[in-house]
Nanobody
């Protein structure tokens, strides 16, 4: 069974930075795409960013473009999300996801999920 584990969440002041990581382990999965989603209290889970595991391709939500950068390390089976210029509205639980069968921006199509890591941005 494939497993995803997030790390790097925490509390930061507005304007600060955090770096989230997602480590994949377990059986070899069809890791065509890996992505990040987030869910704030009382809101639906929303797309943040995604990256193609083979070849080129990165996608970002408009709300994070220019502030967040997604990267991968195939040798270490990890994906990282560098988050700069954080805003209070970025506060949410951030989830790592892998293996999509549809649109990369739609959580419904992802097969594997991590347990999530809390990011809190204070004003």
């Amino acid at each position: 069974q494939a497993q995803l584990v997030e790390s790097g969440g925490g509390l930061v002041q507005a304007g600060g930075s955090l770096r989230l990581s997602c480590a994949a382990s377990g059986r070899a999965l069809n890791r065509n795409v890996m992505g990040w989603f987030r869910q704030a209290p009382g809101k639906e889970r929303e797309f943040v960013a995604a990256i193609a595991w083979i070849g080129e391709g990165t996608w970002y939500a408009d709300s994070v473009k220019g502030r967040f950068t997604l990267s991968r390390d195939a040798a270490k089976n990890t994906m990282s999300l560098q988050m700069n210029s954080l805003k209070p509205e970025d506060t949410a639980i951030y989830y790592c996801a892998a293996e999509t069968t549809g649109r990369v921006t739609t959580s419904l199509y992802y097969k594997y999920w991590g347990p999530g890591t809390q990011v809190t941005v204070s004003s």
